[in-house]
């Protein structure tokens, strides 16, 4: 008699975000280290960003970054954002050589236009 085969099921992943993501290829100035480094931002929410940039970024480690964020989010005017936060997670493997930088945002303030 054949022993039963363990059966394998992958379960979902739960979502940990608690902020709607909102998916945006716009530049954004990442201050790591006192050196300022250009970014492309891939998403971004109330509490949190994610962007790809060339130079590693420890996790952990506490950046600065500066955006502005288009009309389609604002639904007013476009509106640059200064923010500080820190780094949560480091991924690599992009065919670019890029890593994707997951950080929080712990503090933010809009900065008035220029």
Known sequence: MAEPQAETRTEPQEEKRAARRFPLRVPV????????????????????????????????????????????????????????GRVVRVENGRVDGKLAVAAVIEEYEFLPEV
């Not at 509490?47 to 060339?54: N, P």
């Open 29 to 84: 100035t990442v201050n790591h280290e006192n050196a300022a480094r250009p970014a492309q931002l891939r998403d971004v929410s109330a509490r949190g960003i994610c962007f790809y940039v060339e130079s590693a970024v420890a996790q952990g480690s506490p950046i600065g970054f500066t955006l502005t964020l288009p009309p389609e989010i604002t639904l007013t005017e476009s509106i640059r954002v200064q923010c500080k």
